[in-house]
């Protein structure tokens, strides 16, 4: 490990404008298909490793991980064409009965071969090869699509938020919002109708606050909601918060495993703060009616977990929100 970290020590300084990595691998020399691709493989899986893993070995797990990789990435785009990935919807609901429920969309890669495909498996794949861009523009257009639909056909409309990549985010840029912009001018939305989860890890790692600035505000430009997703989960940015322009924040399901007396605390008090900057506050993965009861007192907006609904197929959702309404 030390040998590593001075080698890499050694690269930043001699080559700062390039971003080289330095892995190392390991296969037994009489491997079947060649030392060449295997040791290929193993650097590529060392440095997919988020462990501080010194050195991967050619295996038979390596070799599977790195043929699934590829075939998923390979039917990538005919899915897009397809249309094989599936826009699922999961309840927000208010546990005061004060408001009506909103949903987040989350997709579902369905494949004629492979079957079901979760978001755990593909989206960091996708994130690696930059294929997250298109997939979560895509997902944006189907939501345009669905409450286009929904206008149309004279239905009372629900708030949807969609998942924006922070790879995608720091792929595009600041001018993000232009490539939704141009998606959102096809179709005739409200304000305030979509809004957009942006993960809490952009406080931190872009340290830019102009930048973040920047995307936060060209969003909301355009009439899109700004939510921040998974907050808490990676450190507490409570601080940044008064830098930027947020509508909603989302309290990971961190909070809520495993709780006792000292998180409800901080929930409770993560609620308020949230309250006096002018913040939603949705709490999610909740599965138990007392969280939900607890939560409720505390004033937490919306509540997003098994313990209403799990994420449903557009259909169901629909059916669902007609039993919820009446
Ligand atoms: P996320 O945005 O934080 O979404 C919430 C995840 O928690 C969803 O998993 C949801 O099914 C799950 N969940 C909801 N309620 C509960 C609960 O009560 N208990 C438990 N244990 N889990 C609950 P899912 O759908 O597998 O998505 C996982 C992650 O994948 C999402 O986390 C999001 O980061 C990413 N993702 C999903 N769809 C998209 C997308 O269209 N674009 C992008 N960029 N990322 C997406
Ligand atoms: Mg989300
Ligand atoms: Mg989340």
Not at 52 to 70: Q, T, W
Request: charged share 30%.
């Amino acid at each position: 490990l030390k040998m590593k970290e001075a080698v890499n020590e050694r690269i930043r300084c001699k080559f700062s404008e390039y971003s080289i990595d330095f892995a190392v691998g390991a296969c037994r020399l009489d491997i079947a298909g060649g030392v060449p691709t295997a040791m290929n493989k193993a650097i590529y899986a060392s440095k997919l490793s988020d462990t501080d893993n010194v050195c991967s070995f050619y295996n038979a797990g390596i070799a599977n991980m790195l043929e699934r990789e590829e075939r998923l990435n390979t039917l990538f785009e005919d899915s897009v064409k397809n249309r094989d990935f599936k826009v699922y919807l999961q309840p927000k609901v208010s546990p005061s009965e004060t408001r009506a429920c909103q949903a987040e969309a989350l997709v579902r890669w369905f494949h004629p071969q492979e079957g079901v495909i979760y978001p755990s498996e593909f989206i960091p794949i996708f994130e690696k090869n930059g294929k997250i861009c298109s997939l979560d523009l895509y997902m944006f257009e189907e939501v345009c699509r669905l409450i286009d639909r929904w206008i149309k056909e004279k239905k009372a409309l629900v708030s949807i938020s969609v998942n924006v990549s922070r790879f995608h985010l720091r792929e595009a840029g600041s001018e993000i919002w232009k490539e939704y912009k141009r998606i959102l001018d096809r179709y005739d939305i409200p304000e305030g109708v979509i809004e957009m989860e942006l993960t809490e890890t952009i406080l931190l790692e872009e340290n830019q606050i102009p930048f973040v600035k920047a995307v936060l505000n060209g969003f909301r430009s355009c009439g899109l909601r700004v939510a921040l997703d998974d907050f808490g989960f990676a450190y507490s940015s409570l601080s940044m918060l008064k830098e930027f322009a947020v509508d909603t924040l989302k309290m990971d399901r961190s909070f809520f495993v495993n709780e006792n007396d000292k998180s409800r605390r901080i929930v409770g008090s993560i609620i308020q703060l949230a309250h006096s900057l002018d913040m939603d506050v949705v709490a999610e993965g909740i599965e138990a009616k007392e969280q939900v009861e607890i939560l409720r007192k505390m004033g937490c907006d919306l509540i997003q977990g098994y313990v209403y609904s799990k994420p449903l197929p557009v259909g169901e959702f629909e059916q669902w929100r007609e039993e919820y309404d009446r």
